[in-house]
Structure formats: C-alpha cells, structure tokens
C-alpha cells in the first residue's frame, strides 16, 4: 500500500504539471482549453484503454476457470472496481490490484475540470479540501478496506497537484525547504510510530505522501544525491519503462495462471515435486521470466502499434 500511495503522489505531480504547461501554452498560441482538454483525454485513452479492454475480455471468456464472479465486470469496466471491492468487503483475487487504476482514473476524470473551470484561488481551495477529505476521512470511518476507497486516495493525488502547482508557478527558494522540512518530519514520524515510540494518530499513509513530497522537491530541483538521470538513461530502465503497464496489468494473472498450472500437473502426474516448484527461485524466475515475456509481446503487438497511430492522430489536430 506504501508504493501505491507514492505512485499516487507522483502521478498527481507529473500529470498535473503536465496539464498545468499544456494549459499555458494554449493560452500564448490562442488555442481554446477545450482541445487542450480534448488531447489530454485521448492520450490517457489510447494508452490506458485498449489493453485493459482486452484483458477484461479475456479474463471474462475464462472468468469461471479464474474463479471471477460475473458481476464484477460492470465495475471493472467502468473504473470503479475500487467500490465494487469496499462494498462487498472483499477483493477480488488476482484482479485486486486493479483498484489503483480504478481510483486514478475517477481522480483524472475530475481534476482537469476543476482547473479548467475554476479561477487560481477556488481551484487551489478545492484541491486543498480534496487532501484534507483524504486525510480525514480513513480517521473518521474505520470500516475495513477503507483505504480503497477513493476519499482515502485524495490526499496522496492532492498533496501531487499542489506541489505541481507550487513548481509550475515558480516557487521560491523557502518553500523548497519548508516542503523538504515536513518530508523530514513524516519520516521521522513514520520511524517513530514503527517503533511505537510515538502513538501518533496520523496514518502511515498520510505521512509516506508528505514524505514523498519532499522526495519530488529534491529530483526535479537536480539533487545531485537523488538525480535520476544516470538510471533513467540505462536501456534496462527505459525498456521496462515501455512494458510498465503490461507488467502492472499482468503480474497478478501470470501468478494466478502458475499455481494452476503447477496444481493441475501435480493431480495429473505425482512425478511433479510441487515443494520444488514453488520454492521461490524456482518460482520467481518462471513468473517473472512469463510476465517480461507477455509484457514484451503486448507492447510489440499491441501497444506499440496503438502509440504510433495515437501520435499520428495528435498530430492532425
């Protein structure tokens, strides 16, 4: 849960500052917000969509061998399978983690509005309140699974949006160290209440956004101690950069489909030594091995292929 809140943090940071630049300079070429908004949307669509989309369609032409209840499906398809799992106050096996693409995507189907819509002030104070709904709402309603739930998630998305806010606009000096202070402070919080020194109240996932923050500050003013450039620039990075989604898409599926596969032959053949096989090198390398693999294919078939003619289409308008 701790990785999906920094990746909540830093999508709220990149896909706003984004939106923030692509913004300003419709504004200096004349060009109307609305088409601004319009290429925003296609992009997330072409990229997120089609292999998503797929994937549903074949995990529900199998969704009786994967053990998939049929009426999840309307929620998975509509992005909120987030509250398909609160609600029902359980997950949904190895389809779980598909609640994260679920809560990004109802935030980003919102957020652009509100700063399409609204003048600086009011925008900033939305975005504001959304983070202390975050914030505020896992503390009030201790029901399990509350952490799925989008108003938990606000925070993290918030605390990205106005820190992108903060460096588009061309933040001072003094903010920069205010914002790597509290960082500091999270995480000494964090340690603290690891060690039940401290019975502080503020959730870990509260503080781990903060500490992100700060994190972020830090990368993009060029910290030497945490420049990114030299790892970024490996061809290992940027080919896992490419297959990223299809390795977030199909992680869990390929584990699923190995303990089937190992099940099935140890009923059918007793030579099978299921202790061997799911040792964990032996398992780890299989799983990882199909899933780089399946990755790999979705992007050359697949993704690839939907890139090229997204940025044909961009072009033309």
Not at 9 to 26: A, C, R, Y
Request: proline share 2%; net charge positive.
């Amino acid at each position: 849960m701790i990785g999906v809140i920094v990746f909540f943090v830093l999508s709220g940071f990149l896909i706003s500052l984004i939106l923030f630049i692509n913004f300003k300079k419709s504004n200096d070429l004349g060009i109307p917000k609305s088409q601004v908004l319009k290429r925003f949307y296609l992009k997330r669509i072409l990229r997120i969509m089609p292999i998503y989309f797929l994937y549903l369609f074949l995990v529900y032409l199998f969704r009786h061998q994967l053990g998939v209840p049929k009426d999840a499906f309307f929620y998975l398809a509509t992005y909120t399978s987030n509250l398909y799992m609160y609600y029902h106050q359980e997950w949904l096996g190895f389809l779980s983690s598909l609640w994260t693409l679920a809560v990004e995507e109802q935030f980003y189907l919102i957020f652009p509005f509100l700063y399409l819509c609204l003048n600086r002030k009011l925008f900033l104070f939305s975005i504001a309140l959304l983070t202390i709904i975050g914030v505020i709402v896992p503390i009030i309603y201790k029901s399990k699974m509350i952490e799925i739930h989008t108003y938990s998630c606000l925070d993290a998305f918030g605390l990205g949006i106005l820190y992108a806010y903060l460096y588009y606009e061309g933040k001072n000096i003094m903010v920069d160290w205010i914002v790597r202070i509290i960082g500091f402070i999270a995480l000494l919080l964090i340690v603290l209440k690891s060690l039940y020194i401290f019975p502080i109240h503020i959730d870990y996932y509260f503080l781990t956004a903060l500490f992100t923050v700060s994190l972020i500050s830090m990368i993009v003013n060029d910290e030497k101690i945490l420049s990114l450039d030299f790892l970024l620039n490996l061809k290992v990075f940027q080919f896992l950069g490419k297959i990223s989604y299809g390795i977030y898409l199909y992680h869990t599926l390929v584990g699923k489909l190995y303990v089937m596969i190992i099940g099935r032959l140890q009923a059918s053949n007793s030579i099978v030594d299921q202790e061997f096989w799911f040792s964990f090198p032996v398992s780890f390398t299989f799983k990882m091995t199909s899933l780089l693999a399946i990755s790999f294919l979705s992007w050359i078939c697949i993704e690839k292929r939907i890139l090229i003619y997204k940025n044909r289409m961009l072009n033309l308008k």
